[in-house]
């Protein structure tokens, strides 16, 4: 949710909950000032019916309140519902309203007393297809030496009405495009970082060759995935996504060994919001005085994680980890998490590494000079030996 007045955006307070209500305050600074609320909620459209054949339409049906939901006396107010099409089936009718297309306009009201509600249904036609990730994990693994890796994992369902029978490839041909096309979907459509490079995708069986990366005009890369078959309500599929990108385009320096990772939280994915969301941010061996800042509420936890030439001694890796549930666009900010890392510290593992090579060619050769000196020993023995003989 947020709150703006004049186009400055005003701030909100922790919400507290009253009952069945729950309450955000906001802090103003004028007398009568007016404010702009804009809020997202998920999960309030309802397929009905729940099931359909692929054949039928999809039809949805609203349940809110014809008054604004509010502490305060309201003198006069209106609400004007904007459907995906003209096709309504039914709505409830509490004068004055009116029914202009795909736009249902209810009041206005006038003298609505606080936490006044009166329910208000809208049934109409919509083959929008209800895509989410029910689960969403990004993994980021940080490098002083030049590239962030990162990986995510999705679960992508159709949360529409369900399909009722079994699926017709003929039909599915038959209407797609169509004017009667069903509202189920085969493609989602991310945009990435323009430096993004290593770029792979695959789902359980392997590499998703269907899938297309474009060039866009403001030089980002528009990544097209088209899963293996068509989505329909009910149905869902997983995929992975990975690529890396330079550490300098994410990543700023305060001096004094202090670094200042920025990341978006939110999915790359258009017109697809995340049911649970969980982000880890693997960083370098040694960093201390981790800071994580987060534009709103979160479940944040810390790890340790072991790879390669990592050691007890040092502690491992840190490990950020954020979660969150009921994810939109407006959620689409970014996440800073800064922290400390002494410069010289980049250079520990490749010397581990030089040290570890150095010892092994050491040790190899000081078994070679031992294996040819017992050799030598016994070749100075034989012929001893053989000398002795001859002179007796």
């Known amino acids: 949710m947020s709150v703006t007045s004049k186009g400055n955006e005003l701030t909100v307070k922790a919400p507290v909950m009253n009952g069945d209500y729950t ?15 804009s809020s997202v909620f998920t999960s309030i459209l309802e397929p009905y019916p729940a099931e359909i054949t692929q054949r039928e339409p999809q039809f949805i049906r609203l349940k809110d309140s ?73 993994e980021l693994e940080v490098s002083h030496w030049g590239s962030i890796a990162v990986e995510e994992i999705y679960e992508l369902q159709h949360a529409g009405a369900k399909l009722a029978g079994g699926f017709s490839r003929i039909d599915y041909q038959m209407m797609r495009g169509g004017p009667g096309a069903s509202p189920s979907f085969r493609s989602v459509v991310a945009t990435l970082p ?66 200042n990772l920025k990341l978006d939280f939110f999915t790359a994915f258009d017109n697809v919001w995340v049911e649970d969301m969980e982000l880890k941010v693997v960083l370098p061996e040694g960093c201390e005085n981790i800071k994580v800042n987060v534009p709103y509420a979160v479940e944040q936890s810390s790890a340790r994680r072991f790879t390669y030439l990592d050691s007890e ?3 491992g890796r840190p490990v950020i980890i954020l979660r ?51 050799t030598s020993t016994k070749a100075k023995k034989a012929a001893t030996s053989a000398a002795q003989e001859e002179t007796n």
């Not at 309450?23 to 007016?34: C, D, G, L, Q, T």
């Open 23 to 37: 309450i955000f305050a906001v802090e103003v600074k004028e007398s009568s000032p007016s404010i702009k609320v």
């Open 194 to 259: 323009a430096q993004a490079s290593g770029i792979y995708y695959r789902d359980q069986i392997g590499n998703i060759s269907t899938s297309t990366v474009r060039h866009l005009p403001d030089g980002e890369l528009e990544l097209e995935l088209e899963s293996r078959f068509p989505i329909f309500g009910g149905w869902k599929t997983q995929f992975y996504l990975g690529y890396s990108v330079p550490t300098e385009n994410w990543i700023t320096t305060d001096g004094a060994d202090r670094y």
């Open 313 to 315: 001694l040092n502690g």
């Open 324 to 374: 969150a549930k009921n994810l939109v666009s407006e959620h689409d900010k970014q996440v800073t998490i800064s922290y400390t890392f002494a410069k010289k510290r980049i250079y520990v593992e490749p010397l581990m590494l030089v040290a570890t090579f150095f010892v092994f060619f050491v040790l190899c050769s000081l078994l070679s000079r031992t294996g040819s000196a017992a």
């Open 66 to 138: 014809h008054y604004f939901l509010s502490p305060y006396a309201t003198e006069t107010q209106k609400t004007t519902v904007k459907l995906a099409s003209p096709t309504v089936e039914s709505f409830t009718k509490l004068a004055p309203f009116t029914n202009r297309g795909n736009s249902l306009q209810f009041g206005p009201y006038e003298n609505i007393a606080p936490y006044s509600a009166s329910e208000a249904s809208v049934h109409y036609l919509n083959n929008f297809p209800f895509a989410k990730f029910s689960t969403m994990t990004r």
